[in-house]
């Protein structure tokens, strides 16, 4: 490998003047433009040519073209005067040159296809496929282009058969021995660009799952939501590797060892109750249904329960006249069964995400403003309001009947502490979980299905209600720059891929002067939000234990410019840390952190949209060691309902790092949610299983 390596990469001082030429004197090429205009890439490929057409690249015969043009250049300039004495033949030959390079790039890429069954893009140029051989030998490619061995790389045995070792961990990569996987792709990046160009037949992974990846567990993939919002999950990459000679790597196992748990911190279980267990009339629906399903989660030891307390129906008629009658009862039967409660401080409406069964709006009393000012709603660009939840510009704005929008969430949460007092004082309710957005998330409702969005489009910015614009003049005004008291106008739309828009595509305005501002203030205020509600909710909850819920946007997460977590608030570009003010934030409001999808792996999602770059691992591990490096509690729910030992082992790789130096582990994990599908004879084994694994205890199937 290193061999070919040094065959692929030049380095000389003509590659990079021949590069220079592109730029000056070729910028009228349009079929250049078209392939992005790289010439660092254009020169690479200059070195680089087909032998024989079997796809294997030398440096041999175009090496031989640039001294012939080297030469002919010297010789053609009368008394030794400089190359731009004859323009228009220097830009003959420049574009010779590049139509040539741009020829043995397509042979050598044709050739990698068609013998190396190598899945490159479309577009892909030689810098794909060095990088693509790079990765497959175990090295780290960074975005810049800078190549190092992996700290982490797999050694041969003796055989010269490549072995698989696993590892339990994704978060401790300097501990871990990698796996080589048939069908990989490495999770553990903390570079988005890193996967660019790394559709290969299999890809080096520095951060497995030591668990085998079943069929069955690429069925729903988590969007953003409650949890219960699914789509698809499809593997990234399906090559073979039928012909990889000398290179072989073996199949995965079906089931690969499991760590043995036993004795390992107690991290608590907690199931969330259906969305509808208390319909619109605040009622307890099915008791007697109910408590046989708890009963049967109190017999395998489940700690407790999660719920929704939602606003559209205990304040559903009038300001400040709360109805708590079903969560009263509801309450009485967990206290009865001797389980914990998580309560979910709901201020957003139910039904409008996939997966939603049921439907509570926000109170009527709210409808009735927004019909006369539909600026309390989030407005996107098109003038489209949402009324999923309030537009935070209304925090501090007495719009709903004479008070701010704080001053309703403060009351309810103040209600709700009084109500519910003993179960308080009696340790009954473990936890508050505090809703700050959309789907009970710190976000910005970007995505929103009733709009037309659909996976995996990157969404838009949702700032065009008259508060926020009022907000963002005043930011532009104290930048000194008021022409940028806008929104981006090429930001695309819902479905939008980030390479189709001005805005988001790589060296969008997204990371100039003015995107940079825009951004800075779109995330602050989704930070200045949340650091308002949660202050609020430590005054009403005092001594309690509270949470608050970041949304899982993995798509597009190994662009550059990671479009959807931008349009959702999180800044979070691939040269930025986006997560890590929105940490210090609860760290400040002593609050814990709960982060989603931790049972998703990144080989299921592409299968359907290979184009999307997702990484649900590279998201977890980023916002899961953004919480750890201030120390915060981090509590956590799967992403889709998880009925299989894939997924469990998964979420127990995540909950429980393996050879972690701190010890650290989840405070607690919710699961997603209780359901007919659930107490299903061999999921619920499955299930139990689980839960045995998270206390600590030890299992009698487990294989070693």
Same mark, same amino acid.
């Given at each position: 490998m290193a061999t070919d390596m040094q065959r692929l990469v030049g380095t000389s001082e003509d590659d990079e003047e021949m590069g220079m030429d592109v730029k000056d004197e070729d910028d009228d090429d349009d079929d250049y433009e078209e392939n992005g205009g790289e010439q660092g890439n254009a020169s690479v490929s200059g070195m680089v040519e087909i032998d024989g057409g079997n796809g294997i690249g030398t440096a041999t015969d175009?090496?031989?073209?640039? =001294?012939? =043009?080297? #030469?002919?250049?010297?010789?053609?300039?009368?008394?030794?005067?400089?190359?731009?004495?004859?323009?228009?033949?220097?830009?003959?030959?420049?574009?010779?040159?590049?139509?040539?390079?741009?020829?043995?790039?397509?042979?050598?890429?044709?050739?990698?296809?068609?013998?190396?069954?190598?899945?490159?893009?479309?577009?892909?140029?030689?810098?794909?496929?060095?990088?693509?051989?790079?990765?497959?030998?175990?090295?780290?490619?960074?975005?810049?282009?800078?190549?190092?061995?992996?700290?982490?790389?797999? $050694?041969?045995?003796?055989?010269?058969?490549?072995?698989?070792?696993?590892?339990?961990?994704?978060?401790?990569?300097? =501990? $871990?021995?990698?796996?080589?996987?048939?069908? /990989?792709?490495?999770?553990?990046?903390?570079?988005?660009?890193?996967?660019?160009?790394? =559709?290969?037949?299999?890809?080096?992974?520095?951060?497995?799952?030591?668990? %085998?990846?079943?069929?069955?567990?690429?069925?729903?993939?988590?969007?953003?939501?409650?949890?219960?919002?699914? @789509?698809?999950?499809?593997?990234?990459?399906?090559?073979?590797?039928?012909?990889?000679?000398d290179k072989q790597i073996a199949d995965l196992p079906p089931r690969l060892p499991e760590r043995d748990l036993a004795g390992t911190p107690y991290v608590p279980v907690y199931v969330m109750l259906p969305l509808g267990v208390i319909n619109i009339k605040c009622e307890l629906v099915d008791p007697d249904g109910l408590l046989k399903q708890l009963k049967v989660l109190k017999s395998v030891h489940v700690d407790g329960v999660m719920v929704d307390c939602w606003w559209g129906i205990v304040e559903a008629h009038a300001p400040q006249e709360y109805n708590w009658n079903g969560y009263k009862r509801l309450f009485q039967m967990v206290?009865?069964?001797?389980?914990?409660?998580?309560?979910?401080?709901?201020?957003?409406?139910?039904?409008?995400?996939?997966?939603?069964?049921?439907?509570?709006?926000?109170?009527?009393?709210?409808?009735?403003?927004?019909?006369?000012?539909?600026?309390? #709603?989030?407005?996107?660009?098109?003038?489209?309001?949402?009324?999923?939840?309030?537009?935070?510009?209304?925090?501090?704005? @007495?719009?709903?009947?004479?008070?701010?929008?704080?001053?309703?969430? #403060?009351?309810?949460?103040?209600? #709700?502490?009084?109500?519910?007092?003993?179960?308080?004082?009696? /340790?009954?309710?473990?936890?508050?979980?505090?809703?700050?957005?959309?789907?009970?998330?710190?976000?910005?409702?970007?995505?929103?299905?009733?709009?037309?969005?659909?996976?995996?489009?990157?969404?838009?910015?949702?700032?065009?209600?008259?508060?926020?614009?009022?907000?963002? @003049?005043?930011?532009?005004?104290?930048?000194?720059?008021?022409?940028?008291?806008?929104?981006?106008?090429?930001?695309?739309?819902?479905?939008?891929?980030?390479?189709?828009?001005?805005?988001?595509?790589?060296? /969008?305005?997204?990371?100039?002067?003015? %995107? @940079?501002?825009?951004?800075?203030?779109?995330? $602050?205020?989704?930070?200045?939000?949340?650091?308002?509600?949660?202050?609020?909710?430590?005054?009403?909850?005092?001594?309690s234990c509270i949470a608050a819920k970041l949304s899982g946007i993995y798509w597009w997460y190994k662009t550059a410019s990671h479009a959807a977590e931008l349009t959702a608030g999180y800044y979070n570009p691939c040269n930025r840390d986006g997560y890590a003010a929105i940490m210090t934030m609860l760290k400040t409001n002593g609050i814990n952190l709960n982060i989603p999808c931790v049972d998703l792996h990144t080989l299921n999602q592409h299968e359907g949209f290979p184009e999307t770059f997702a990484d649900p691992e590279g998201l977890v591990w980023q916002v899961l060691n953004a919480g750890w490096e201030v120390d915060l509690p981090v509590t956590s729910q799967n992403g889709f309902p998880c009925l299989n030992r894939v997924g469990y082992n998964k979420v127990l790789d995540n909950a429980k790092p393996m050879n972690d130096p701190d010890g650290r582990h989840f405070s607690s994990f919710t699961y997603l949610r209780l359901s007919s599908l659930l107490m299903e004879r061999q999921n619920f084994i499955e299930f139990e299983r689980f839960v045995k694994r998270m206390h600590g205890e030890a299992v009698l199937d487990l294989q070693v």
């Open positions: 175009d090496n031989r073209f640039q =001294q012939h =043009q080297q #030469f002919q250049e010297q010789v053609g300039t009368p008394g030794g005067g400089t190359r731009r004495s004859r323009p228009l033949e220097e830009k003959e030959r420049t574009k010779l040159r590049e139509r040539r390079r741009r020829a043995i790039t397509a042979r050598i890429l044709a050739g990698l296809r068609r013998h190396g069954n190598y899945n490159l893009r479309v577009r892909a140029d030689i810098n794909d496929v060095i990088a693509a051989l790079a990765r497959e030998a175990g090295w780290v490619v960074l975005p810049d282009g800078t190549t190092f061995p992996s700290r982490s790389q797999v $050694q041969k045995p003796a055989g010269g058969n490549s072995t698989i070792v696993t590892s339990s961990s994704s978060h401790a990569a300097s =501990q $871990q021995t990698p796996s080589a996987s048939l069908r /990989g792709v490495a999770s553990g990046y903390r570079s988005p660009l890193e996967y660019n160009a790394c =559709q290969t037949k299999s890809v080096f992974m520095p951060t497995p799952s030591p668990y %085998g990846l079943s069929s069955s567990s690429r069925s729903q993939t988590s969007m953003v939501g409650d949890g219960e919002a699914q @789509r698809d999950n499809r593997p990234l990459i399906g090559g073979s590797m039928d012909n990889a000679d206290r009865e069964l001797k389980l914990k409660l998580q309560v979910v401080m709901s201020f957003h409406e139910c039904g409008g995400n996939f997966g939603d069964d049921v439907c509570i709006p926000l109170p009527h009393w709210v409808a009735e403003i927004g019909r006369s000012n539909p600026d309390i #709603f989030f407005t996107d660009r098109e003038g489209r309001h949402n009324p999923e939840c309030l537009s935070w510009g209304i925090d501090k704005e @007495r719009v709903l009947r004479g008070r701010t929008a704080l001053e309703v969430y #403060f009351d309810f949460m103040r209600s #709700f502490r009084v109500e519910f007092d003993e179960y308080f004082e009696d /340790g009954l309710i473990s936890m508050i979980e505090v809703g700050l957005g959309p789907c009970g998330e710190l976000r910005y409702p970007s995505c929103p299905v009733k709009h037309g969005w659909r996976y995996p489009g990157i969404g838009e910015f949702q700032c065009y209600d008259q508060y926020m614009l009022k907000s963002l @003049r005043k930011a532009a005004e104290v930048r000194g720059h008021a022409i940028w008291a806008r929104g981006p106008d090429n930001a695309g739309t819902y479905n939008s891929q980030p390479h189709e828009t001005g805005f988001f595509c790589d060296g /969008g305005d997204y990371d100039g002067f003015y %995107g @940079r501002f825009f951004l800075s203030w779109y995330s $602050q205020v989704l930070i200045d939000h949340g650091n308002r509600v949660l202050s609020l909710a430590k005054l009403a909850f005092e001594g």
